[in-house]
């Protein structure tokens, strides 16, 4: 489960990502994904994506992790 840093970071991310998309489908998707944070614990793994490079590691390590187990 990926996880963004904050709520106010994921809305600045998907205004930026979704340029001329209207306030209701943003607030839609940030509502969405606070209900999606709920269920965090059904998760085997998750990881905040604070720096892109370093989630991309921090991935890459879950997937390594579960390809040698």
Do not use: M, W
Not at 13 to 28: A, D, M, N, P, Q
Not at 48 to 63: D, V, Y
Request: net charge positive; aromatic share 4%; with cysteine.
């Amino acid at each position: 489960f990926i996880i963004p840093p904050s709520i106010r970071e994921l809305r600045k991310r998907i205004e930026k990502r979704s340029l001329g998309t209207r306030e209701e489908e943003v607030s839609r998707r940030i509502c969405r994904a606070g209900a999606e944070l709920k269920n965090i614990s059904e998760y085997d793994y998750s990881l905040r994506n604070i720096n892109l490079i370093q989630a991309a590691k921090r991935l890459k390590g879950i997937i390594l992790k579960k390809v040698i187990h």
